[in-house]
């Protein structure tokens, strides 16, 4: 008999929850529940989704114990998995994340070049403290954390807590693999066997293929070549015009290096003179998303909440969530499903710092993870990833050391910042931006 499962979801607030709270509930055959948790530490963002979802648990599955909380030790205690999305600052962050690098003529993204930077140098501090929370409470528990920027955050725990049981995962290249299985006329990305390596937000698919060994590369190189990923299915998240964009740009990001399938994110490398151009520096993707999934997310739970009653509604479920639940079920099951995932490289790809947190397939058991080797990268990817490892390296040291030299040079190394003198600007500002937020930088 299958063990029921003790969850507990930090950020509780978080415009994903209901979607991952909706995709376990849809697999509660595979992943048996007997308590969900949510923890945040803005009680007031929780509480409309934790409201709207203890209407519709009772509903709908009256045997599951649901509760939301901001203490610690009520949300961590007893738990068997952590899913971690936080985003320390929130929007309101986020909305300088994206801003003040514009100002410098830089590309202003959640994750990537300085925008991603500062938010690392904000989110550093907020996940190590959930993962302390669970070693006090939960010792056994595994924590699967998604909260951005993914690179930084490895690095971080990488280094300050080395032995911790947490595992950090990107939910991009699953949804590219929803829309390449589409392009061949399949419908699962579960259908597809890949190699993949890179950091995250930066990495290459090298081989696809189906199930009895057929290789689709061509297929999908020849839709990629024309398209992008655009044209395909897609989650509602990513149906919002700027992700269209980045969808559709996907087909001159391919054409640096046509033996590959890239991962969207290189856009803003290869191209942040394209992005600038088609950035309106007074609405980012942080306005759209507060315009979109933000307001549809707490409006959909403040009708329940007005209501009373969460009948004849349904959560929408999308990529996102079912990697997430897929993983856990990996981890509880001993399933040894393969995985990308965010791991110390440590010899997987042989001509690369081993210290490196690569994205790499992964078999996933109840004993952990087993790195599946991709084996040398050529020049073009090696030298890219080298400078933006050592970008993601710099940005930990500095918060570790409280170095404002480290921070500074890892702006000017990254391929997004034009020079020192830019780089050095733009951290006064973002030091301005963040205060309250980052350590002090000597
Ligand atoms: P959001 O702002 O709606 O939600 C984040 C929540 O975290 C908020 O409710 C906030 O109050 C809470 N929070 C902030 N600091 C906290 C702390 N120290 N302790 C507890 N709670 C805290 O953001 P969102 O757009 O829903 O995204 C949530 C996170 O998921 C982000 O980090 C985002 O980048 C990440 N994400 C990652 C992937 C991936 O592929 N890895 C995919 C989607 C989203
Ligand atoms: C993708 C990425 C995530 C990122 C998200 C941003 O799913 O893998 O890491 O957080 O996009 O989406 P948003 O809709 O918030 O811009
Ligand atoms: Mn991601």
Redesign the pocket.
């Known amino acids: 008999m299958t063990q029921k499962h003790s969850i507990v979801i930090?950020?509780?607030?978080?415009?994903?929850t209901p979607g991952i709270i909706g995709m376990l509930l849809d697999n509660l055959d595979r992943f048996p529940l007997r308590s969900v948790k949510l923890?945040?530490?803005?009680a007031q963002?929780?509480e409309v989704i934790g409201k709207a979802l203890e209407i519709f648990i009772k509903e709908r599955h009256p045997e599951i114990k649901f509760t939301y909380t901001t203490d610690p030790k009520e949300g961590f205690s007893d738990v068997d998995f952590v899913l971690a999305?936080?985003?320390?600052g929130?929007?309101e962050m986020r909305d300088r994340d994206e801003k003040v690098p514009l100002k410098h003529g830089c590309i202003g993204q959640?994750t990537c070049g300085p925008g991603g930077m500062s938010y690392g140098m904000r989110s550093i501090g907020?996940v190590l403290?959930?993962l302390d929370y669970m070693e006090e409470y939960s010792p056994d528990a595994w924590m699967l954390n998604?909260?951005?920027p993914?690179a930084i955050v490895a690095e971080a725990t990488r280094r300050l807590r080395p032995n911790s049981k947490i595992i950090n995962?990107?939910?991009?290249p699953i949804d590219l693999m929803y829309k390449m299985a589409d392009m061949v006329g399949l419908k699962e990305w579960q259908e597809l066997d890949f190699s993949y390596y890179g950091l995250n937000h930066f990495g290459w698919f090298t081989a696809i293929s189906d199930k009895e060994g057929n290789d689709l590369m061509p297929q999908i190189k020849k839709h990629v070549s024309v398209n992008g990923f655009a044209d395909g299915i897609g989650t509602a998240q990513h149906l919002d015009p700027s992700w269209v964009e980045t969808f559709t740009k996907a087909k001159d990001v391919y054409a640096l290096d046509p033996a590959t399938i890239p991962n969207t994110y290189l856009k803003y490398y290869f191209y942040p003179d394209f992005v600038l151009e088609h950035t309106d520096p007074k609405h980012t993707r942080v306005d759209e998303?507060r315009e979109g999934r933000?307001k549809q997310v707490f409006g959909f739970c403040q009708d329940i909440i007005d209501k009373g009653t969460a009948e004849g509604v349904e959560i929408e479920l999308d990529a996102?969530a079912t990697y997430i639940v897929d993983l856990a079920i990996a981890l509880a099951e001993n399933t040894k499903e393969r995985f990308l995932l965010i791991v110390e490289n440590n010899g997987a790809i042989p001509n690369f710092d081993p210290t490196a947190m690569v994205e790499i397939p992964c078999l996933v058991g109840k004993n952990g993870i087993e790195k599946i080797n991709q084996g040398p990268i050529p020049q073009f990817q090696k030298g890219l990833m080298e400078q933006q490892v050592s970008v993601e390296k710099l940005v930990v040291e500095a918060w570790i050391e409280g170095s404002y030299l480290k921070m500074w040079q890892a702006l000017t190394l990254s391929q997004t910042v034009p020079s020192a003198k830019v780089a050095r600007e733009l951290l006064d500002d973002l030091i301005e931006a963040n205060k309250g937020y980052w350590p002090e930088l000597n």
Do not use: P, W
């Open positions: 930090a950020g509780g607030g978080s415009t994903f923890y945040d530490n803005d963002r929780q999305q936080l985003r320390v929130k929007y959640e907020g403290e959930i998604y909260s951005n993914a995962i990107c939910d991009m998303v933000e996102h």
